[in-house]
């Protein structure tokens, strides 16, 4: 089974245009989570989903950053207008929480590299 | 105080030496988990467990409810153990991922 695939893999943009990134889960997972991670640093939870509903979106800078899971499957996470500072790693994972250790592992994509000129 | 805490930050072996890398937290968990991430690659899950030992390869992990503290051991460690090694505490109010700082692991042949 495929696991979770992220699109694109790589990205450049100029500051202000918009970019787009593109997530399909683990078939049958319910939670998926977009992470931005910098170069040496741990992952930062962007928001996370059960099925299509955003359960945490504390992190998420709405004022430019946008995502959706339409039907609880695939995800896509938006920037608009992207800056500078939005040069990372964005890193999508998911997971079938079903209430033990038995379950929950946590799968992570490659990842989508932003470079912002 | 962060709620989940690793250590030691950075560790440098030789080849064939026992590793601990260490994990205690301060919130109630329903889980937790222990990731691998080679530099410049992807993040790995190694284990998730809540209770006891749980045992991969090389890799062992364990964890003690009651002291809130939970270990990844590698045993006969190898230059490709090189990484970083993060655990993550989910929470068992919220479900929430609370992560560890991560211990970078080097291993010299």
């Known amino acids: 089974e495929a696991g979770v695939v992220q699109s694109p893999r790589y990205k450049i943009i100029e500051k202000k245009q918009p970019v787009a990134f593109w997530c399909n889960p683990i078939?049958?997972?319910?939670?998926l989570y977009w992470y931005l991670q910098n170069l040496g640093q741990g992952p930062e939870l962007l928001i996370r989903?059960?099925?299509?509903?955003?359960?945490?979106d504390s992190q998420l800078p709405k004022d430019r950053f946008s995502a959706e899971r339409l039907k609880g499957v695939d995800s896509t996470l938006k920037i608009q207008p992207a800056e500078l500072g939005d040069s990372a790693v964005y890193l999508c994972a998911s997971s079938l929480w079903g209430g033990s250790a038995d379950t929950g592992e946590l799968f992570f994509g490659e990842g989508s590299r932003l470079t912002v000129l | 105080k962060n709620e989940v805490e690793q250590s030691p930050q950075n560790l440098t072996a030789q080849e064939g030496e026992f590793i601990t890398i260490n994990c205690s937290y301060s919130?109630?968990?329903?889980?937790l988990h222990w990731l691998q991430q080679h530099p410049g690659g992807g993040i790995v899950s190694l284990f998730m467990l809540s209770s006891g030992k749980k045992k991969h390869g090389r890799l062992i992990a364990t964890i003690n409810i009651q002291e809130k503290h939970s270990s990844l051991h590698i045993t006969a460690s190898h230059p490709r153990d090189s990484a970083v090694y993060i655990c993550a505490a989910l929470m068992d109010s919220n479900y929430q991922l609370i992560w560890g700082a991560g211990t970078k692991l080097i291993i010299k042949p």
């Open positions: 078939s049958g997972h319910n939670t």
């Open positions: 989903y059960e099925n299509e509903e955003a359960v945490d």
């Open positions: 919130v109630g968990i329903s889980a």
